[in-house]
């Protein structure tokens, strides 16, 4: 089977609910993204410069490796899922959970074991403890991409983000923050840390599987013909997916490492993770818009399409510009939260917070690519973008520091995005970003908010 329409996912995720009952997921990120800010304070405050420094690498590979790892599953078991419950067939749906279960523990396993592997005999810096705590965050991070996908099929998303992205944060902060506490002010190490956080995440997978089973109780699991329908193709292919947005994430702070000494590398991960809270106004936006975009496409109707693309960007645009501005105004405190010494680098958060307005306000170019079946463009154009940025890298940093780095981060997310606006205006004549709000002819800026109060009020 061809990997086709990848993510018509989000449109069979919310689809039949309202945007008032989507904007719950937006409350549920907004906190996530809160306690995410929180947790990774509080790790660089009990750690110190060096330790925090270490962690970042280590925490930006395990998290790029189990994204890998987890073969996607979280977008296959929501797009077939949902094609076998619209085929009305039951024994093909229970196939699809068995494959995707199947596929996820390999996966976690295997991509852990070569973390682990890669960590102890290729990188001894980061040997022992914190190989090993990287490898158990790899594998529990893999396997909840697939729980999380199968609570999603399920109509379980508030439970799957509520406990997933927001519980994880919350409970693994208390625990890490009340580490000096317990034993008389030990600093504790990058590896005690993503111990921790592997360990609440492992409570949270245990407590996915048991809510899974319960939904599925008394219903045949099987793998028999699982092989005939190109999922391995599909899962590979997703794979590829999350490696190319996973490593626009976390691929920066990890080839930093090689250019500059560890500790360095955390004012910069430090930055990254306080652009985080602004990402989550875009990416809530996609959940919430996400299936009207869908149908829009399905439909053919290029003026939907742009009249759904609007919406989305009225939901979006004033929380993003206030954030980052409010972000660029404060960057020096809200990088000496993390460490005083992280002050001198508050030019690397400011250029970060632009780059996340760029991709704020250039609208839901992912998910309109692989809509439109321009799936390996989008792998192409953002690895493309990806691959020349991280090459300019130690070049601007030798020549501007850790702003540098910023820099060459800047270039990534900007070209990827005018490359994939240029390829969605060339197929489709939408233009998903914000100059899509003027002279159209789909809904202006105006009526998009019309429209969308109405959709709040359940009119």
Known sequence: MRMKNVTSLVAKLASGGSVRDSLAVLVIKAGSGVFGFLMFAVISRVSGFEAFGKFSVIFSAAMLVGSIGSLGQQVFLVKEVARAKHAGDERLEMTTYSFSFVAALAGSLVSSALFAVVAQYFAPQYAGAAALGGAALCFVYALSQGTLGALRVQDSVILALGSRDLAWRMVATGIIAAIPLLFHDAAPGAGTVLLVMAAVLGVV??????????????????????????????????????????ANLYAFSIVLSAVVPVGMVGPFFASLRTVDVITLFHMSTIWVMGPRIARAVASGDSKQIQSECNTGLVIQCTPTILACLAVILFSRPLLVFFNPAYAPYAPVLSILAVGALINALTGATGLILQLINLHWRQVAIQGGSLALALALLPLLVDALGLTGAALAYLVSIFLWNVLAIASIRRKTGVDPSIFGLFGTGALNFRESRARLRSSIAGH
């Open 205 to 246: 997978v245990l407590w996915h599987a048991f809510e899974i089973k319960r939904r599925l109780r008394g219903r045949s699991f099987g793998l028999k013909g699982s092989l005939s329908h190109g999922w391995v193709k599909l899962s590979a292919g997703l794979a590829l997916i999350a490696a190319i947005s996973g």
